[in-house]
């Protein structure tokens, strides 16, 4: 993995100023405990997860966040086409090349759904730049993929040869964190900012990165970075306009 690993807990120590260790010999005493480095971003450890799961229970908590939608384009065609265990390979690869760019960025891989992978940046781990922190991360997610053999696959029966591409969905804004549902409790963020970054997503091409005017002003991409256009997303009464980058 080439995201940098850190020696204690970013969480415990921006939110508690407690030394967790999560690597080392001085991590072993805690892992006899069952503290460890979360699966949602290694960087944090797995107080913070309880923080999450029992804490969140009672009241649903604002966040100033950057969302971010990475879903992969074609992956329903060639999984028609390929067989099940290419398939399987090209998610684990995506999967895979998601987290570490998410995390490199101190980014909260929170959901995989199927073909896509939903991050938040800026809880539990905060950075005020979260946004520029997102739009790294989904250029980075780009590259990684594109520079993966996986990634350019040959389509069966003589279709030709297909390159896989990855659309992404970026929104910065208030969303509420904690536990939703009662029969299935779901840790996650809801909120517009969680629905406008999933909409661009789903409106990217591949290898597109989509951004809102929120993302553009927060990251300093309002200066020409952005080719910015209206479009017209599911559930929304008016064009957004989004920017791609």
Known sequence: ??????????????QMHLPIPLRGPASLPFRAFGIRPS???PNTCTICELMFTRVMKARKIPVDVSVLFADLRDYTALSQSLPTDTVSVLL???YDECADAIWEFDGLLNKTIGDAVMAIFNFPIQHSDHAER???AAREIRRRCHARPEFHVAKR????EQELGVGIGIDSG????????RSHRDLTAIGMVVNTAARAQSVAEPGQILVSRS???RAGLQKGEGSGRPYQ??????PVELFAV
């Open 1 to 14: 993995m080439s995201y940098p690993q850190a020696m204690i807990c970013k969480g415990c120590w921006q």
């Open 39 to 41: 699966r949602m971003n």
């Open 92 to 94: 684990d690869v995506f």
């Open 134 to 136: 997102a739009v790294a």
């Open 157 to 160: 029966a003589g279709v030709g």
């Open 174 to 181: 208030q969303a509420s964190f904690g536990e939703f549902g």
């Open 215 to 217: 993302v553009c002003d």
């Open 233 to 238: 997303l599911k559930g929304f009464d008016k």
